[in-house]
């Protein structure tokens, strides 16, 4: 696996031994407690990696610790925000969601730092990408709410992984999904459209933002891409892990290198603020 994952970031890059980092993304961390007294705040390898060597910027990882005052210092200072996806759930006291399900595993620490970050990306117009639990954070964050479990609801499938099968089998491309037309999603996939692309979750949108549109909708109706709608800038959650081998998905792989564009714009602005004494 070692071997396969180092081939595929050499594969993927696009930047020069020495080339200056496009801007610096921020990713946000999950908060794990192992209960045996040793606590860690985490990210996949997939997603630093895609930011590296497909945006071409400088990951950051963000711990799941409170802003205070030090938001508008951290956004003051970066030029994009990854939301990655995670084991646990957003709680649903955060959209009225009622009680918490018995198996639902909860990141409190998280979901503090990413609904905050979150509604500040989208009033500051910082680049915001949202990846599987990342896409709920933003939609509970700007005032959506979210359904617990989706194969409970009528008429939508079972999104979760199917845990009895191969990883290549469980994360591999098993849902079909209908974009927008006109939409940025479609204009990424070269105007096709539908795509296939992997499911792996339990939960997903019910009631959708009022700021957010839909991108792209599963066959079952459910939500599975969204946009601000008034964003000008990247501003898009999917619900699939688009980090997981871009370097076989040409649609994952351009939906970073989208993001990567916008980030080295904001920073291009940032920098050229910075350079006469204001922030962009």
Not at 132 to 150: D, F, K, P, T, W
Not at 161 to 180: D, F, H, S
Not at 191 to 213: E, W, Y
Not at 236 to 262: C, S
Request: charged share 25%; with cysteine.
């Amino acid at each position: 696996m070692q071997k396969e994952h180092k081939d595929a970031a050499n594969r993927n890059a696009p930047k020069s031994d020495g080339e200056k980092a496009r801007g610096i993304i921020v990713i946000v961390c999950n908060y794990n407690d192992d209960m045996r007294l040793h606590t860690s705040h985490r990210a996949g390898d997939r997603f630093v990696v895609a930011v590296r060597e497909i945006c071409g910027s400088l990951p950051l990882l963000l711990p799941a610790l409170g802003f205070g005052a030090d938001l508008d210092m951290l956004l003051d200072n970066i030029d994009g925000v990854i939301l990655t996806g995670g084991a646990s759930n957003v709680h649903p006291r955060h959209y009225d969601g009622g009680e918490v399900r018995d198996k639902s595993l909860l990141d409190d620490r998280r979901d503090g730092v990413a609904l905050e970050v979150t509604r500040a990306c989208v009033e500051r117009n910082v680049p915001l990408f949202g990846i599987c639990r990342g896409i709920q954070e933003m939609n509970v964050a700007l005032g959506g709410s979210l359904h617990q479990y989706m194969h409970e609801q009528p008429n939508h499938f079972d999104h979760r992984r199917p845990r009895e099968k191969p990883i290549e089998v469980q994360m591999g491309p098993r849902q079909r999904i209908t974009l927008t037309p006109g939409g940025t999603l479609q204009g990424l996939a070269n105007g096709a459209n539908q795509v296939m692309v992997n499911t792996l979750h339990a939960q997903g949108i019910d009631r959708l933002a009022p700021s957010l549109v839909v991108e792209a909708l599963a066959d079952d109706g459910m939500i599975e891409a969204v946009r601000v709608a008034e964003s000008p800038t990247f501003s898009i959650g999917v619900q699939w892990h688009a980090e997981y081998r871009t370097e076989e998905h040409d649609f994952y792989r351009a939906l970073f290198e989208a993001f990567g564009d916008a980030v080295a714009e904001h920073a291009a602005a940032r920098t050229k603020g910075a350079s006469i004494g204001r922030v962009a």
